[in-house]
């Protein structure tokens, strides 16, 4: 079981930077992908951005690149989120999940994290 938490999130204006934090005391968290997530009141969770075990290869969402990034410091166990330029319309839930390295999907998932961006 991999328990991840995540930090960060808040009330911010529109415009504003907010970096997000997903972080878990297991030691094997540098053997895993991170993925970032978010989710819309009454929609699916839709995937922002994901970052190897190595942070070798990361993937960003076409409909969040130039705004985010993502970064992880396995030192630390975290992987960051990185969110410049918000909007109102990033308001939602951001989720973290990790997976082992080759899986397709993502078994384990922190409680979310709310980001509210006023206008």
């Known amino acids: 079981q991999v328990n991840l938490v995540e930090s960060g999130g808040g009330l911010v204006q529109a415009g504003d930077s907010l970096r997000l934090s997903c972080t878990t005391s297991?030691?094997?968290?540098?053997?895993?992908?991170i993925g970032w997530f978010r989710q819309f009141p009454g929609k699916e969770r839709e995937i922002l951005a994901a970052?190897?075990?190595?942070?070798?290869?990361?993937y960003v969402a076409d409909s969040v690149k130039g705004r985010f990034t993502i970064s992880r410091d396995n030192d630390r166990n975290t992987v960051f989120l990185q969110m410049y330029s918000l909007k109102p319309e990033d308001t939602a839930v951001y989720f973290c999940?990790?997976?082992?390295?080759?899986?397709?999907?993502?078994?384990?998932w922190g409680q979310g994290t709310q980001v509210t961006v006023s206008s």
């Open positions: 999940a990790a997976k082992p390295r080759g899986d397709a999907t993502y078994p384990y």
């Open positions: 970052i190897d075990s190595s942070a070798r290869h990361s």
């Open positions: 297991r030691s094997t968290f540098s053997l895993l992908t």
